[in-house]
Structure formats: C-alpha cells, structure tokens
C-alpha cells in the first residue's frame, strides 16, 4: 500500500480475525487486499473496483476483485457476514483536483480521486451502504483527507456507528477514520 495508506491497513489487519472476511472498495493495484490476505491467509478478502484496469492488475496480484461501482459487483452472500470493510475510496474535494501533482493523472483517471464538491460524496455512500455488508461489530476504515474526519463523525453515529477514531500518520496528519458498526439496534 502507498504510505497513506498504511495506518488504514495496519488497523484493517488487527480487525479482521483469522477467519474473517473483509471487503476492499477501490481496490486498485488489489495492495490492500494483497497484504490483507497476506497477515490473514484464512480470510477471505474480496475487492471491487469500478476501472477495468485496476481489477485486471488487481486479479494478475491474486486478488478474489469483482468490477463495478463500489458494493454493487460484491456477492449478495457476503450481506451481513463481513467483519471489516476498508477503502481507499475517491475524497479529494473536486476544486482541489487542480492542486494535484502534474504526475498524479499519468496513471489513473480524476475519477479515482474526485470526490465531489466537499471531497465526501463517496465516503458517505460507503458509510451508509457498508451496513449492509458489515457484521454488527464489524469496522469500517476509510482513507480522508484534511477535516474529513469532522465532518463524517455526526453521520457515522447516525447510522449506527460507534467507537469513532480518526488515524493519523507518522507525521500526525489525520490520514483515516475507524468505526465500529453497533452491536445492537
């Protein structure tokens, strides 16, 4: 995983238990679900990926990788059974895409960055579809950027979310944010 991404994977590893099942949204190059499979070889982990590209790379690096629009390509028997959902989901704020290294394009499309006018419309999707998919108990990590965390907090605990943690980098920059779907209704 890129360095940004490693708090988000560090925590993604100690939530899923060994046998556990855990969804990669926005998979990429599959590097999360790679190093998840990797520290929990009995897991099953599972990946989607709306870029051909992407799920092509990410199935030639081992990865189980469906294509499609976030959870929509995932199969309807993972409803309810997943102990982690991580993603590394688009969040820049869309005026902010100019800002980008001239580089950053070279590879990927805006798409893969772009999200929305606030940098949360797919963060927000994923929060409130990952509820679906995710175990009560299960967690869900996403990667943001900048404030983000702030403005999700009051959205997570509306739909059911718990035990809010922002990470941070090595550098104390808030890098993701960890929650806890709720136990009981």
């Known amino acids: ?10 925590r993604a590893i ?81 005026p902010a895409l100019p800002l980008l290294q001239r580089d950053t394009f070279a590879f990927e499309s805006p798409l893969a960055y772009d999200g929305g006018p606030q940098g949360t419309d797919i963060l927000r999707r994923v929060m409130i579809d990952s509820p679906r998919f995710l175990r009560r108990g299960g967690a869900l990590l996403l990667e943001l950027g900048g404030t983000q965390a702030d403005a999700l907090r009051d959205d997570l605990a509306r739909l059911g979310y718990v035990d809010v943690t922002v990470l941070h980098d090595e550098d104390g920059d808030a890098r993701g944010i960890e929650a806890t779907l709720r136990s009981k209704l």
Do not use: H, K, M
């Not at 499979?37 to 469906?66: L, Q």
């Open 14 to 94: 100690e939530r899923l238990p060994a046998t556990g099942v855990a969804i990669d949204l926005c998979t990429g190059t599959g590097a999360i679900a790679r190093t998840l499979t990797t520290a929990r070889p009995s897991a099953r982990v599972v990946a989607s990926d709306i870029d051909e590209r992407a799920v092509a790379c990410a199935a030639a690096n081992g990865v189980e990788v469906y294509r499609g629009d976030l959870f929509e390509p995932l199969p309807g028997t993972l409803a309810g059974r997943v102990d982690v959902v991580v993603g590394v989901v688009p969040y820049v704020p869309t």
């Open 1 to 10: 995983p890129r360095w940004q991404s490693e708090p988000l994977t560090r």
